[in-house]
């Protein structure tokens, strides 16, 4: 069975850092694409950022685009978000998502994506 499990999330204030991990069991998140993505209360869920499996490429939104960093770890099976700089308007749930299949070129597509996270809560305070 997959789980992927993430953590790191908070109240923080304006201006703050954090950084999301998720852990995946059951599989290998090595050579597929990940993502991370967020719903923010009354909003759908958007994409934050992801690696593409096709060629490794990565993805910014443009909300955070210079703030957000993802990366992974495959020795332990685990990705990260690294946030700086958070703002109000970053508050949301934070889902990390993997694809099981490979060669993905669009990983910011989230219906691209076969497992997901139960989500992390961020909340940045002004």
Known sequence: QVQLVESGGGLVQAGDSLRL??????????????????????????????INSSDGSTYYGDSVKGRVTISRDNAKNTMYLEM????????GVYYCAADQDYGLGYCYLQYEYDYWGQGTQVTVSS
Do not use: M, Y
Not at 33 to 39: H, K, L
Not at 84 to 91: G, I, M, R, V
């Open 21 to 50: 991990s998720c852990v995946a069991s059951g599989f290998t998140l090595d050579n597929h694409a990940i993502g991370w993505f967020r719903q923010a209360p009354g909003k759908e869920r958007e994409g934050v950022s992801c």
């Open 84 to 91: 700086n700089s958070l703002k109000p308007e970053d508050t």
